[in-house]
């Protein structure tokens, strides 16, 4: 449960909020869009899973609406936004092996349990962290209610719809609940944060939540398949 805790909650938490420092919150979350895509390929190549046509046909056509959406993003000298989209994948990543870890290892337990161990173990090993890069200003007290809205609301509540839902519905059926995100953060970003919405952007989701549909089996040829991606 200590892996599972640091790989969907501590690593990705942690490498999402340094992404949002460089990229806006409606980008990020296109990227976090590609977590069902991680979790059939580490389905497949780690766990023996079966990849159709259609579904590896849709790997390509989300990749290609990722590189859609980041190929003037990746600029790696001081200043650019390359790390941060890389950090960003690199966190669907960490949730898509952890989907696939917790649905081997953790299938059958109380998902009360789950979500509070998962919650707990992260939170020791990000302990340290938080000792090291402890503000010199302390956090005001609506930081702190933010943080904990985050934390009581946004993460241990959702942790316990996602702990259910992954032992009904596997590894690929809980992770392309990750389809719903764009669409809000998109909404929420231009609303409160001013950011922009273009053509790009609104091409490159289409293509990448389209594509993500394909590899898991949710449209096309590969629906028959949709059981077999995934532990």
Same mark, same amino acid.
């Given at each position: 449960m200590g892996v599972v805790g640091i790989l969907n909650s501590s690593v990705p938490f942690s490498?999402?909020?340094f992404s949002t420092l460089r990229l806006e919150a409606g980008f990020t979350s296109l990227i976090n869009a590609t977590t069902p895509i991680f979790a059939a390929v580490v389905g497949w190549v780690w766990f023996g899973a079966r990849l159709g046509g259609a579904n590896i046909g849709g790997l390509c056509v989300a990749l290609v609406g990722v590189a859609v959406l980041s190929w003037d993003r990746m600029e790696f000298k001081e200043g650019g936004a390359g790390w941060a989209v890389v950090a960003a994948l690199l966190a669907a990543l960490s949730y898509g092996v952890s989907a696939n870890l917790s649905k081997r290892w953790l299938t059958g337990l109380n998902p009360r349990m789950v979500a509070a161990?998962?919650?707990?173990?992260?939170? &020791?090993?990000?302990?340290?962290?938080? *000792?090291?890069?402890?503000?010199?200003?302390?956090?005001?007290?609506t930081t702190w209610a933010c943080a904990l809205a985050l934390a009581v609301v946004c993460t241990a509540g959702a942790y316990l719809l996602f702990? %259910?839902?992954?032992?009904?519905?596997?590894?690929?059926g809980a992770t392309s609940v990750t389809f719903l995100i764009p669409v809000f953060a *998109?909404?929420?970003?231009?609303?409160?944060?001013?950011? %922009?919405?273009?053509? %790009?952007?609104? *091409?490159?989701m289409a293509v990448t939540l389209l594509?993500?549909?394909?590899? &898991?089996?949710? &449209?096309?040829?590969?629906?028959?398949?949709?059981?077999? *991606?995934?532990?």
């Amino acid at each position: 449960m200590g892996v599972v805790g640091i790989l969907n909650s501590s690593v990705p938490f942690s490498l999402l909020a340094f992404s949002t420092l460089r990229l806006e919150a409606g980008f990020t979350s296109l990227i976090n869009a590609t977590t069902p895509i991680f979790a059939a390929v580490v389905g497949w190549v780690w766990f023996g899973a079966r990849l159709g046509g259609a579904n590896i046909g849709g790997l390509c056509v989300a990749l290609v609406g990722v590189a859609v959406l980041s190929w003037d993003r990746m600029e790696f000298k001081e200043g650019g936004a390359g790390w941060a989209v890389v950090a960003a994948l690199l966190a669907a990543l960490s949730y898509g092996v952890s989907a696939n870890l917790s649905k081997r290892w953790l299938t059958g337990l109380n998902p009360r349990m789950v979500a509070a161990g998962n919650m707990a173990l992260a939170g &020791i090993s990000m302990a340290p962290l938080g *000792v090291i890069y402890w503000p010199e200003v302390p956090p005001s007290a609506t930081t702190w209610a933010c943080a904990l809205a985050l934390a009581v609301v946004c993460t241990a509540g959702a942790y316990l719809l996602f702990f %259910r839902l992954l032992e009904d519905a596997g590894a690929l059926g809980a992770t392309s609940v990750t389809f719903l995100i764009p669409v809000f953060a *998109v909404i929420w970003g231009v609303w409160l944060l001013d950011e %922009r919405l273009d053509a %790009r952007l609104i *091409v490159g989701m289409a293509v990448t939540l389209l594509g993500t549909a394909l590899a &898991i089996g949710l &449209i096309g040829g590969g629906r028959g398949k949709k059981q077999s *991606v995934g532990p």
